[in-house]
C-alpha cells in the first residue's frame, strides 16, 4: 500500500460465509466493506493521518460545523471485476478533478487529484474480496469530505476529514427493466444561477429531498427538475442526468450551464455516441418541446445516466396537466446499446481508445 496510509488491521473481518450472502444480492448502498479510509485536514499540517481501518462510527462534536452549516462534499465511483479476476476503476482522475472543485466551491482545502486516486486505490486494494463479479454488479466508492471542526461561529471550518467508504452494489432501481416516471415539480427548484448545482454537495440532495418526496406521492420513481428562472428548462434529475434520443439517431442533452452537475456518466456517453458516429448537442431542452417532440414521433427515446445506475431509460414524463409517454414507456435501444458499450469498458471487456479503463489490481 501506499506509505502514506497507514494500514490497520481488522481483528473481526466479515465471516467469508457473510460476504458471499451479500454479494450474491448486494441491493445499492445498504451492506459496507470491512475497511474505511480516513485522512485528517487542518490548517497546521495539511493533509496527514491517513489510514485505513475497521470501518466504525465517529465520535463527533455536538457543535461540528458539519451538523450545522452542512460544509460537505462526495463522489460516487465504482470499483469493477475484470475478466482476469482483478479490479479496476473508470476516468478515477475526473472524479479526483471534480471532488477538487466541489471542495473550492464549498471553502473546502482540495485533495490533491493524486492524492485522491491514491487513497482510492488503497482501499479497492484491501477490500479485493468484495467485488462482485461481473454481471452481478460493482463495488460502489463514496469518497466524501465534511468541516469536523467544533465551532458554532460561520467562516470555513479549520479542520476536516476526508473519508472513503466502499459498498457492494447490484442494480440501483428495483424496476430497471421497465421505464423510469418522471415527476416534474411545479414547487421546487434544485439549483439556481450562481448556486451550488454544479458540486456535488450533500445539501443539494437535502435541498431535493421534498421534491423527491413529492414525487413518490404522485407514483413517480424520480423527480425532474427544470431551470430556477424560466422554470421551463429541463436540467437533470435528483442525482442524473438526462439524454434525448431523436428519429434522425441524434442525442441531445442539457448543457453545463453551472446550475447542472457535470456527470461523467454523461461526458462518457457523449463520447462513445460521437465515437458511433451520432450527432450529439449540447442544448436547451425545454419541457413543451419534449411533450410536442414525444407526441410528433420525432424524440424516440430519453434516459437518465450516472455512476450508480448507469442507463436508465423514461418512460414517463408527469406533472401538474402534464403528460408524456416516450417510445411506449418501455426502455429504448440506444440506451442499450449505450450501455452496453460503457459496462464493457469498465470491465475491460472492450477496446480502450480514450484510457479511461485504469487496472488496479
Ligand atoms: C453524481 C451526480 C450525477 C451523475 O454524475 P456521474 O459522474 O455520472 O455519476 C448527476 N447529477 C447529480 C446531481 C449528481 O449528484
Known sequence: MDPRFRFEPTAVPMPEATRREILAAPGFGKAFTDYMLVMRHTAQTGWAEGVVRARAPFQIDPACAVLHYAQEIFEGMKAYRTPDGGAALFRSGANARRFADS???MAMPQVPEELF????????????????????????????????????GVRPAAEY???????PAGAYFKREAAGLS???????????????????????????LAAQAEAARAGCDQVLFLDAVERRWVEELGGMNVFFVFDDGSLATPPLSGTILPGITRDSLITLARGCGREVREEPYAIDQWRSDAQ????????????????????????????ITISGGRPGPVAAELRAALVDIHHGRAPDPHGWFEKVS
Open 103 to 105: 471542495a473550492e466551491r
Open 161 to 167: 476529514l476526508f473519508v472513503i467508504i466502499a459498498s
Open 117 to 152: 486516486r491514491s487513497a482510492v486505490c488503497a482501499l479497492v486494494e484491501v477490500e479485493r474480496d468484495w467485488l462482485p463479479d461481473i454481471g452481478q454488479g460493482s463495488l460502489y466508492l463514496r469518497p466524501f469530505m465534511f468541516a469536523s471542526e467544533a465551532f458554532l
Open 296 to 323: 410528433s414521433g420525432r424524440l424516440v427515446e430519453a434516459f437518465a445516466c450516472g455512476t450508480a445506475a448507469v442507463v436508465a431509460s423514461i418512460g414517463q414524463v408527469r406533472g401538474a396537466g402534464l403528460e
Open 182 to 208: 418522471l415527476w416534474v415539480s411545479d414547487s421546487y427548484i434544485r439549483a439556481a444561477p450562481g448556486g451550488t448545482g454544479a458540486a456535488k454537495c450533500g445539501g443539494n440532495y437535502a435541498g431535493g
